[in-house]
């Protein structure tokens, strides 16, 4: 028979990993609640038209990225990100007539892309909505929800901030006119996607990975230079708020989003630490999104960040549960640490219960899980009603009641 293997770009997340992800996911789910923000869960798979509608017609998540398949009548797409499903499930329940709201998600998301460190087919996200918030206060607040995050996660040092505006419907259009005369010149040199994007949505040209239209797009235009007075107030009061904050920011002036719904700011926390795949968190203002896909206008801010990366740049140990390790020596000890090991979880702790072995192949497996305290007892302990307890960090052995075991070990829960 066959080798059954996962499928390539997906991955089994094996518990050493799983740490690491919930990690990531508690803290952000901790600290979005203390901003205010509820958590939101939609559909794994949507129509695929809100998708089409949200992400464009020429975009590669659309025309090459998105998993479709068809069920009877339905067209059906998993989910390439997150912001489009939430939109459409405020819709949806009719949220609207309570904004502003403050959504946060976590889930898979998929795209049919060529795996690589940090980028698989299915990924996984967390992210923030912040809807009905037309000021620049709100991207202020998302931005520091972001950075917040990643600084609880002990990632401040290794993420940089890069943020511009892409200004209002006004200072885009301007900036198309620009755009086009510049690209123009090049019709011939562009990739075939780019030049269908030409007439399209040149802007998505700024975000293309062909390597020939990098080079063009090095050289075109800015955006920040037909920025309007609006627009230009807009950032300084957002650049402001962050600088207010203490949250370091540096103006990329490439810094762009091709699609039409976006506006004003859009930000990216970046690393060195990954390679190619630097961006770990990004988001930006979409005040054009719910007319995108039918309904009234609705200003918006959020951002997502893969799990995955995040993951990569964690502390492992930072993850690792460390528990209290119960070593009973003695049929007559197994049923007493069996009790306890009841009672102390119940407690609270996390508790690993040895099983078999002598005491050698037990202390051994206290040491490799990185056991707080090893809890022995034995036929002496009993007879004293006592539990020999060594702290594994320093090597010093306490004799315990079990009366006041539980109340002894509560010293360890600071180090957890």
């Not at 809100?50 to 068809?70: A, N, Q």
């Not at 499903?85 to 998929?110: D, E, I, W």
């Not at 206008?297 to 893969?306: D, F, H, K, N, S």
Request: aromatic share 6%.
């Amino acid at each position: 028979m066959a080798t059954l293997n996962p499928v390539r770009g997906t991955q089994d997340i094996l518990p050493d990993e799983h740490r690491l992800f919930a990690k990531v996911e508690d803290t952000a789910r901790a600290v979005a609640a203390r901003y205010g923000y509820g958590e939101i869960s939609t559909p794994i798979f949507e129509f695929s038209e809100v998708f089409k509608r949200t992400l464009g017609e020429t975009s590669d998540i659309v025309t090459k990225e998105m998993y479709s398949f068809e069920k009877g009548d339905d067209r059906l797409t998993l989910r390439p990100e997150g912001t489009a499903g939430v939109a459409r499930a405020v819709m949806s329940n009719g949220l609207r007539q309570h904004l502003p709201l403050k959504f946060f998600y976590r889930g898979p998301m998929f795209r049919y892309e060529r795996p690589q460190k940090g980028r698989r087919r299915q990924f996984h996200q967390i992210g923030v909505e912040l809807l009905g918030v037309a000021e620049p206060l709100g991207d202020v607040e998302a931005i520091a929800l972001g950075h917040h995050i990643l600084g609880d996660l002990g990632l401040a040092d290794k993420v940089t901030l890069e943020i511009n505006s892409l200004g209002d419907t006004e200072s885009r259009h301007a900036y198309r006119e620009r755009l086009v005369a510049y690209l123009s010149q090049f019709t011939n040199q562009l990739s075939e996607d780019s030049k269908i994007r030409l007439d399209k949505n040149p802007l998505r040209i700024l975000d293309s990975k062909d390597e020939g239209d990098r080079r063009i797009v090095a050289e075109a235009p800015l955006l920040g230079d037909s920025l309007n007075d609006a627009s230009r107030a807009f950032f300084d009061a957002v650049l402001a708020g962050l600088a207010a904050l203490g949250i370091p920011a540096q103006l990329n002036p490439r810094l762009v989003r091709g699609l039409d719904y976006y506006s004003h700011t859009a930000f990216e926390f970046t690393t060195t630490a990954l390679g190619a795949q630097g961006t770990v968190l990004a988001g930006g203002r979409y005040d054009g999104l719910f007319e995108m896909m039918g309904g009234p206008a609705t200003p918006g801010i959020g951002w997502a960040a893969g799990i995955e990366r995040l993951t990569m740049l964690i502390d492992a140990a930072s993850a690792e549960p460390r528990p209290i390790a119960l070593i009973p020596m003695g049929a007559a000890a197994e049923l007493e640490t069996l009790r306890l090991s009841h009672s102390l979880r119940h407690a609270g702790f996390n508790v690993d219960l040895g099983y078999a072995g002598n005491m050698k192949s037990r202390m051994k497996r206290a040491d490799k899980i990185k056991a707080l305290a090893a809890v022995i007892i034995g036929d002496n302990e009993l007879q004293r009603c006592a539990a020999t307890v060594r702290d594994m960090d320093s090597g010093v052995q306490s004799d315990v009641s079990l009366n006041s075991l539980e109340q002894h070990l509560t010293r360890y829960r600071e180090r957890v």
